[in-house]
């Protein structure tokens, strides 16, 4: 098992490395003077514009500049933004918890409803059952999601008044932050009034965020688990006299399971990139929103910070992925 | 002499296929939908009551042509400026399919080439193709597209590359994966041994036999490319107004929308009927053409 870590890990170093080359290219394939923007629309006098550029290292050879800049990101300095002045790395941990429950939240709502779906569909194969949960899943995975947003507005916000449009939480509640999570803070703080406050402004975009991870584990659950059920050791299973609760929820879905893990692992990319439509429409104060924010206002290091911390995030999810996957199927641990 | 030996032929092989094809009935669906698009998007011009860009100052926000104000001159309603709502979504059936076709055209050739490389040179070659496109899957692929466009510029070109650039890893990975196994086979040592050159052996030889997979993906890529490049033009970074992209209307009309549903519903309608269309047949496609999965 060691072994087999280290063997991602040491995957993981030039991946890592090439996702920096990207962040780092990112800034310098932007045509232009790469002061015009710190300048505004002042501008600057020649002398003070040489001085800048000795000051910000943009005098330096490309491979220099470039490894100055892999020794900032590994001392966790990436920059500041050019519109807050504040450190980027400081921003996205700001923003980073809201993300994270609306993530936290989306994948609940896929995993909650995707997996009995997916078992009742394989269950019941051939009926009408399957073939609801089958034309469900392929329009789910077919939803361009930031029009479907649209519509959950249009219906529960506009006609029936039920949520909120906008935002984490209503406006009079103040929550001191301690994990972040304003669903956990609310409880912590004993504020009822400002949990369901939270859990209204909540649902719509998790609902709008898990559409497509439901639509796939829905669709994974139900093919993993025909395939198993044709094994010859659901049949002995069934032959022993078991009753079929037990045949399906212990026997089947054990092994069904472990392409579903991946899956879900798989989906966590598909859910930040989500994240960042469905910020964008609900106003959400996440790393999504705050994304497209500074690809909006120009604010190049943010952009730049942000996309090699989400990298790197996706990055560990996978690599813990992977290490649930050996644990689960010591088939992988030991195929090499 | 009297020869009435039993003339069994196999069904050539474009038969076999459609009777694999055509047993899947939303595969039949998503073809027909499809072709529905392509008469549509080529036939825009005529079709379209309006030009898409033709800007009706009495007809503002009409709402479709059966509801209380409605009015048959504009059969869906009409936008904020006044456009023809139908006439924009015929023309944006042409963007659309076009955004597919290029986008999957770029990356399919760039994939091929790539994979087949990796797949014949195996060492220093493959390693740098596969590392490289490793570090471009561990970046979500609307977040990679959203940065490069950052750095082109929006617009539906620099939408439609850096969309080509995203789902490059996947032809690539196919594609090395096909030659892999090809390669172990015997006709590929005989023709070799006959003297077949190394172009011959990858494009005339090899490549014909990995072409399966790659053309279900292209299917799948379709809906891919569509779905994305609404995405982004929703997000502003696509296509740009006044081009009647689907997305891209979707973004004008969101501060629409208590007062008129329909400059929201069917553009999204529209995206959503085409990417289902598409991955309806991918799925067939693949079912058809791959015998591994035939039931």
């Not at chain 1, 004993?190 to 975009?205: K, N, Q």
């Not at chain 2, 009495?58 to 479709?64: E, K, Q, R, S, V």
């Not at chain 2, 023309?91 to 399919?97: H, I, Y």
Request: glycine share 8%; charged share 15%.
């Amino acid at each position: 098992m060691l072994l087999f870590l280290l063997r991602r890990l040491g995957l993981l170093v030039p991946t890592f490395l090439g996702v920096t080359a990207i962040a780092f290219a990112l800034i310098h394939l932007i045509p232009g003077d790469p002061l015009e923007l710190l300048a505004g629309e002042r501008g600057i006098d020649p002398e003070r514009h040489a001085r800048m550029l000795h000051e910000l290292g943009f005098d330096q050879p490309l491979w220099r500049q470039y490894l100055d800049y892999i020794g900032a990101v590994v001392q966790g300095n990436l920059g500041t933004s050019l519109i807050t002045r504040q450190p980027v790395l400081d921003e996205f941990m700001t923003l980073f918890p809201a993300t994270l429950e609306l993530s936290l939240a989306a994948m609940l709502f896929a995993v909650l409803l995707g997996l009995p779906a997916g078992i009742l569909a394989a269950v019941k194969r051939g009926t009408v059952l399957d073939h609801t949960v089958i034309g469900i899943s392929l329009t789910g995975y077919s939803m361009p999601i930031f029009w479907w947003a649209l519509l959950l507005i249009l219906l529960f916000s506009v006609q029936l008044g039920w949520t909120p449009v906008s935002g984490r939480i209503a406006v009079e509640f103040y929550i001191e932050p301690v994990t972040g999570l304003l669903l956990i803070d609310t409880l912590l703080a004993g504020d009822y009034e400002a949990f369901r406050s939270a859990v209204r402004h909540l649902i719509l975009p998790a609902i709008v965020l898990g559409t497509i991870p439901l639509a796939v584990i829905a669709r994974m659950t139900r093919s993993a688990l025909l395939e198993v059920i044709r094994e010859d050791y659901i049949r002995v299973a069934r032959a022993k006299g078991l009753s079929p609760l037990r045949v399906i929820g212990v026997h089947a879905l054990r092994n069904a399971l472990i392409p579903v893990v991946t899956v879900i692992g798989l989906q966590v990319g598909t859910l930040l990139a989500g994240a960042i439509l469905t910020e964008t429409l609900f106003a959400w104060p996440g790393i999504g929103k705050w994304l497209i924010d500074s690809i909006n206002r120009r604010d190049y290091p943010a952009v730049q910070g942000g996309i090699l911390l989400v990298a790197s995030v996706v990055m560990l999810v996978n690599l813990l992925v992977d290490l649930l996957y050996g644990l689960i199927n010591p088939r992988i641990r030991h195929a090499h | 002499m009297t020869e009435h030996a039993l003339t069994l032929t196999p069904p050539g092989p474009l038969r076999e296929f459609w009777s694999h094809f055509r047993q899947n009935a939303g595969a039949v669906a998503g073809l027909l939908v499809i072709t529905v698009l392509l008469v549509v998007a080529l036939g825009a011009p005529w079709l379209a009551p309006h030009p898409p860009a033709e800007q009706y100052r009495d007809a503002l926000l009409l709402p479709p042509a059966w509801l209380d104000g409605g009015n048959w001159r504009f059969p869906l309603g009409t936008d904020d400026i006044g456009r023809d709502l139908l006439s924009r979504l015929l023309f944006g059936a042409r963007v659309s399919l076009l955004i597919g076709c290029i986008v999957v055209t770029l990356s399919l050739a760039a994939g091929i080439l790539l994979g087949l490389l990796a797949g014949f040179f195996r060492g220093l070659i493959d390693t740098l193709i596969m590392r490289l496109m490793d570090i471009l899957l561990a970046l979500p692929s609307l977040l990679l597209a959203i940065a490069i466009v950052a750095v082109l510029g929006p617009s539906l070109n620099n939408a439609m590359i850096a969309i080509a650039v995203v789902v490059l890893p996947h032809y690539v990975r196919l594609t090395r994966a096909a030659v892999l196994s090809e390669i172990a086979k015997d006709y590929v040592m005989a023709s070799q041994v006959a003297g077949a050159g190394l172009l011959r052996q990858m494009f005339v030889n090899v490549l014909p036999n990995c072409l399966a997979p790659l053309i279900v993906q292209a299917t799948l890529g379709f809906s891919a490319a569509i779905l994305d490049a609404a995405a982004l033009g929703f997000l502003g970074l696509g296509a740009q107004p006044p081009t009647p992209e689907w997305g891209t209307m979707l973004a004008d009309a969101r501060q629409f929308i208590q007062r008129a549903w329909w400059v929201v519903t069917f553009p999204g309608l529209a995206i959503l009927i085409t990417v289902l269309a598409f991955n309806l047949m991918g799925d067939g496609l693949r079912d058809a053409l791959d015998p591994k999965l035939k039931r």
